[in-house]
């Protein structure tokens, strides 16, 4: 199935998506014998229940993270301190295909079996419980089976963005700006089909 959109201008976007800044996280998974984290900042709340946390976190097909969460059906969504500013660059800016991206990161293992990255502001560990396809990225329905609220402060994109050294940020541009060609490309072709479901982790 395919859909086309018109092409809106960026000045007049910018604005309105500019409030909607999430907080900034690393998307932890495990399938198998592999563990991978990626950084994510397209999160969403998805629930009013307090004792029932259930998120909506966007992950493109093309990320390595994306086939092993499709496949295990769990993800931990860890949210960082201000702090850790160097995990952008190490989780963000290649791809767990071409090694270990968390050598060197202490973490432990959730009830998911997905890391729980050490010195987080906290972490929700989830399974997921329904998705929708998006051409370019997968919508993921996540419901919380555990979580903890470690302290410190919490991070933003916009807040981290200013704080990155210059070689980092022109990087990440260069990077985003490759995604937005792959995703204007395939945005369109939309899966229609619904989350087949995993077993409970």
């Not at 991070?155 to 980092?168: D, G």
Request: aromatic share 6%; with cysteine.
């Amino acid at each position: 199935m395919s859909h086309s959109a018109p092409d809106l201008d960026p000045a007049d976007v910018g604005p309105l998506l500019g409030g909607l800044s999430a907080p900034l996280a690393a998307i932890s998974t495990r399938a198998g014998d592999v563990s991978n984290a990626q950084i994510a900042v397209a999160i969403t709340a998805a629930s009013i229940v307090p004792q029932r946390p259930r998120l909506i976190v966007q992950i493109y097909h093309t990320n390595f993270t994306h086939g092993l969460i499709a496949s295990a059906g769990v993800m931990a969504i860890n949210f960082l301190e201000t702090s850790q500013l160097p995990l952008i660059w190490q989780l963000g800016m290649r791809s767990g295909r071409d090694g270990d991206k968390l050598e060197g990161v202490t973490f432990t293992t959730g009830a998911t079996g997905s890391p729980l990255l050490e010195g987080c502001f906290g972490f929700l560990d989830c399974r997921v419980v329904n998705a929708m396809d998006g051409g370019d990225m997968t919508a993921f329905l996540v419901e919380a089976v555990a979580a903890r609220t470690n302290g410190g402060e919490r991070m933003t994109w916009r807040e981290a963005r200013p704080r990155l050294p210059r070689r980092w940020a022109d990087e990440w541009d260069r990077k985003i700006s490759g995604e937005i060609d792959v995703s204007l490309n395939t945005m369109g072709a939309i899966d229609p089909a619904a989350w087949a479901g995993r077993p409970d982790p």
